[in-house]
């Protein structure tokens, strides 16, 4: 095709139509040289079209380069990103487990606290008057004292103020006990041959009887109280020894 066009160029120039005729010699050095520089040309456009095609395989080659360069890249940083995640998950989850377990410990002991504070002012309520049941209960053996020994011949009528005496002392002893009885502050009377218990009795000494069981209450020589079922004075109380 550069040739034809070459020949072409020529016959513009120079005149030449289309028929056959005899070329002068400067003629054909012109297409000489015009068929060369075709040649030359054809070699310049295959070697540009090679070279493209290079630098376009060199372009895509780089592209894939860089694209697994990317990849690598963004593989790697998902990794570390994992790990980072894994890592911080395992730290807030030891972090939930240990507050979970101060909140429930710390509800436990609010419970406990509630309970025990709870507890005291139950306690407050029914032995708040201990104090004074405690002051009361000289007064109670004072009066029963007075009503055990009083002499019997002086109250068959010979003595009526004595037995006027005793009979407002008998009085005060029963409305005594009821307002003990109200409150729940019961007596400790335990009765002989009853076994001996250190919750109620308070052992004053040992008397050692043939024929008794050892352990057991031999004599009470002060009455005791209790508030609640709490002894608040235990009874004093003589105990049989075994012979």
Request: with cysteine; aromatic share 6%; net charge neutral.
């Amino acid at each position: 095709m550069a040739q034809r066009g070459c020949y072409g160029i020529v016959r513009a120039l120079y005149g030449i139509g289309s028929h056959p005729i005899r070329r002068p010699m400067h003629l054909h050095k012109h297409v000489g040289s015009l068929s060369i520089a075709g040649r030359m040309m054809s070699t310049a456009q295959a070697g540009g079209a090679e070279s493209a095609k290079r630098a376009e395989d060199f372009e895509e080659t780089t592209d894939n380069i860089d694209t697994n360069v990317k990849d690598g890249i963004t593989e790697k940083k998902i990794t570390n990103l994992e790990a980072d995640l894994k890592e911080q998950n395992e730290k807030f989850t030891m972090q939930l487990k240990e507050i979970d377990d101060k909140y429930k410990r710390s509800l436990a002991e609010t419970e406990n606290v509630r309970r025990r504070m709870q507890k005291q002012v139950d306690d407050a309520k029914l032995f708040g008057i201990q104090g004074f049941c405690k002051d009361l209960l000289e007064v109670a053996d004072i009066l029963s004292t007075a009503t055990v020994n009083a002499p019997a011949d002086q109250l068959d009528g010979c003595n009526p103020q004595f037995a006027t005496l005793f009979e407002g002392l008998t009085m005060t002893e029963k409305q005594l006990q009821k307002v003990f009885t109200k409150h729940k502050l019961d007596t400790i009377n335990p009765a002989e041959g009853e076994k001996f218990d250190p919750n109620y009795h308070e052992a004053l000494f040992e008397n050692p009887v043939p024929g008794k069981v050892g352990g057991t209450v031999a004599v009470v020589t002060k009455v005791g109280y209790r508030l609640h079922g709490r002894t608040i004075r235990p009874a004093l109380v003589g105990v049989f020894k075994a012979v």
